[in-house]
């Protein structure tokens, strides 16, 4: 099955400075790869996803980059706010995202005033 | 449009009881999903329902969890007996149709079992 590594488990960053979340996945058949905010409390939120067929994508002051060949994709946020504070996942699923998602591990994002 | 609803939103629960959770989807959501979350962990697939059917049901411990979802729309997921590692946050997510289609979650219900 599909296994999906998440990397760093924690991220402190300075207000407005940018983040970096890193993802690496196993199946070759995967081809749609969300990534989910949580807060205290709360189920996880769609913020960006990407296809396979897509390199990357930009929302705002969201974007996710993806490398099918080694497998991977990124989270980068820049401008970082107060309200960036979450914990994040990556996910991956396969058939189009049809299947059920392989779920990181999750990174807890702290932005420092 | 009205979310993902779930509820109780918390229970606690001694070893050996059973217990019940109740999803109801976004409105016209065909396909519906139950994960398990433990504290510090991403959110594991448990099973997936298109309309009333299973589609994947492999990571569902069936000696003690079951789930249903009678006329493909609300559902219920069921623990019996459980035990002190089932403690987690159980979401429920659906989403419009099979392929393609993000997945929206609800708030979860967080169980503690004594």
């Known amino acids: 099955g599909e296994n999906v590594e998440q990397h760093p488990s924690t991220l402190s960053v300075q207000e407005g400075d940018s983040a970096v979340i890193k993802c690496t996945y196993s199946?070759?058949?995967?081809?749609?790869f969300p990534w989910y905010k949580q807060e205290l409390g709360k189920g996880p939120q769609l913020i960006i996803d990407?296809?396979?067929?897509?390199g990357e994508k930009k929302d705002q002051r969201i974007a996710v980059t993806l490398n099918k060949t080694a497998k991977h994709f990124s989270l980068h946020i820049t401008e970082t706010q107060p309200e960036d504070s979450a914990v994040y996942f990556c996910?991956?699923?396969?058939?189009?995202?049809?299947?059920?998602?392989?779920f990181g591990k999750g990174t807890h994002l702290i932005i420092q005033p | 449009e009205a979310g993902v609803a779930q509820s109780p939103r918390y229970k606690i629960i001694e070893k050996r009881q059973s217990v019940a959770f109740w999803c109801n989807p976004i409105?016209?959501?065909?396909?519906l999903y139950w994960y398990q979350q433990i504290l510090g962990q991403g959110p594991k697939l448990l099973i997936q329902?298109?309309?009333?059917?299973?589609?994947?049901d492999s990571q569902l411990p069936k000696d003690r969890f079951s789930a249903e979802r009678l006329k493909g729309v609300d559902s219920t997921l069921k623990i019996q007996p459980a035990k002190l590692e089932d403690s987690a946050v159980y979401l429920c997510?659906?989403?419009?149709?099979?392929?393609?289609?993000?997945?929206?979650f609800g708030p979860g219900t967080r169980l503690l079992v004594l």
């Open positions: 996910a991956a699923s396969g058939r189009g995202g049809a299947d059920g998602l392989t």
């Open positions: 329902f298109q309309n009333n059917g299973v589609v994947d």
């Open positions: 409105s016209g959501h065909a396909t």
């Open positions: 199946d070759s058949a995967s081809n749609y």
């Open positions: 997510a659906s989403s419009p149709v099979g392929a393609g289609e993000t997945q929206y």
């Open positions: 990407i296809r396979s067929n897509v």
